[in-house]
């Protein structure tokens, strides 16, 4: 039997409009009453299911959901640091397991953060914080945070000047001796950033991991892949899946060098 699908119609006063960054539309899912898909200058940014915030539809979503929910089971977290926004489909989840918890959501877009939380409020309160994820981090308290999830993006590109070696060691100031960072980054082949990002974050944290599909880990096609740092979990991988530590991950980084900040 076929789904009526979701009724509410994207033409209605704020499912489209111009933002900081571009235009930002919300496209109702025909398969799920309450689910929106959020699109920035055409492309799928976030999804989000307001009846059910456990239903992801983005691959690396569900790698950074699998590492949270794997870190949390020793403990659960107080303090969530969110460094970039989009459709604020990890907060709702994280909020949804963990009602007590306080997070903060650092946002540069604050045009496209109104217009999701008018349109897609979340069903518990968050603390936004409109302007640049570096800038906030280094402002924030020491070891202020049990997770931190880092999924700040320009376009396609995470921003220079959150890629650097001195950025990494804010987040590891900020983050709990015993705490996480959760960290997406999207490549291609033959995965050259992802490389020099791993061996960044790696100058900055004592214990590193990188958790992928399998076939982006090896460089066979592009997507997103999830750098962990900290408190890296163990996690259960599916047959298609990768995470790389320890001797492994030193080979895949092997002669990439951290990325300092520019010199001024």
Not at 75 to 89: A, K, M, N, S, W
Not at 99 to 108: N, T, Y
Not at 151 to 167: I, K, N, Q, R
Not at 216 to 238: C, E, F
Request: glycine share 10%.
């Amino acid at each position: 039997m076929a789904t009526h699908g979701n009724r509410r119609t994207p033409e209605r006063a704020g499912a489209r409009q111009r933002v900081t960054a571009g235009r930002a539309e919300l496209v109702p899912d025909p398969a799920r009453p309450h689910g929106w898909t959020l699109l920035a200058d055409g492309v799928p940014q976030s999804y989000v299911d307001l009846a059910d915030p456990e239903y992801l539809e983005f691959g690396y979503v569900k790698l950074i959901a699998r590492a949270l929910s794997s870190w949390a089971r020793s403990g659960v977290p107080e303090r969530v640091l969110h460094l970039g926004g989009g459709g604020l489909t990890v907060p709702r989840l994280a909020a949804r397991w963990w009602p007590d918890v306080a997070q903060v959501v650092v946002e540069l877009d604050g045009e496209l953060i109104a217009m999701v939380r008018r349109e897609l409020p979340p069903e518990r309160p968050l603390e936004i914080v409109v302007g640049d994820a570096r800038e906030a981090v280094e402002r924030a308290a020491t070891e202020g945070y049990d997770v931190i999830v880092a999924d700040a993006f320009s376009g396609a590109a995470m921003p220079g000047h959150l890629g650097t070696v001195e950025f990494a060691r804010q987040l590891r100031r900020i983050l709990r001796p015993d705490g996480l960072l959760i960290m997406n980054v999207t490549d291609v082949p033959p995965m050259a950033f992802t490389r020099v990002q791993v061996a960044t974050v790696a100058a900055a944290f004592a214990e590193v991991g990188l958790l992928g599909d399998q076939a982006v880990v090896r460089g066979r096609r592009a997507g997103n892949v999830i750098v962990l740092a900290g408190r890296v979990p163990p996690l259960r991988m599916s047959r298609d899946e990768r995470l790389l530590r320890e001797g492994e991950l030193v080979v895949f980084s092997s002669g990439a060098r951290p990325r300092m900040d520019a010199k001024r």
